[in-house]
């Protein structure tokens, strides 16, 4: 069990929105004590309802409501990281292991509280596998 953690955009959105690894997110959110993430994960999670409406048909009552549900989560129960804090130390980071600053945002963050880093993105762990994270996704 995890005292606190930063979890990643698609860990938070798995738990709203129908995904393979929405009952292995929930699991790890449900024994985090305090979850935190970025402000950044708003828009980001709005991206994953816009994509279940524009490129998987779902329906956009249903998707609204669960993005309702992920940003109340979010602004209600995480701590949240002003992007504008991080944002140096992401940027650097993004440099050294050619990886996103928006991925770096959330990483530079971890390393900062010194806590651990949860994430569902494989490709993201790989590069950053000898960080302290947390890889929840499925192979």
Do not use: H
């Not at 959105?13 to 929405?22: L, P, Q, R, W």
């Not at 989560?73 to 050619?98: G, P």
């Amino acid at each position: 069990m995890q005292d606190k953690a930063v979890f990643d955009s698609n860990v938070i959105a798995a738990v709203f929105f129908n995904e393979k690894i929405s009952e292995n997110a929930e699991k790890y959110i449900e024994e985090c004590n305090t979850c935190i993430t970025l402000d950044l994960a708003i828009p980001e999670v709005s991206n994953v309802a816009w994509k279940k409406i524009k490129l998987f048909n779902e329906s956009n009552e249903i998707v609204q409501k669960s993005l309702e549900k992920c940003i109340e989560f979010i602004t209600t129960v995480c701590q949240i990281i002003q992007s504008k804090d991080m944002a140096l130390k992401a940027y650097k980071l993004a440099l050294k292991r050619n990886i996103t600053v928006y991925d770096a945002l959330f990483i530079a963050t971890s390393n900062e509280l010194k806590i651990s880093f949860i994430t569902a993105d494989k490709v993201l762990y790989d590069k950053i596998e000898d960080f302290n994270v947390i890889f929840i996704g499925k192979d």
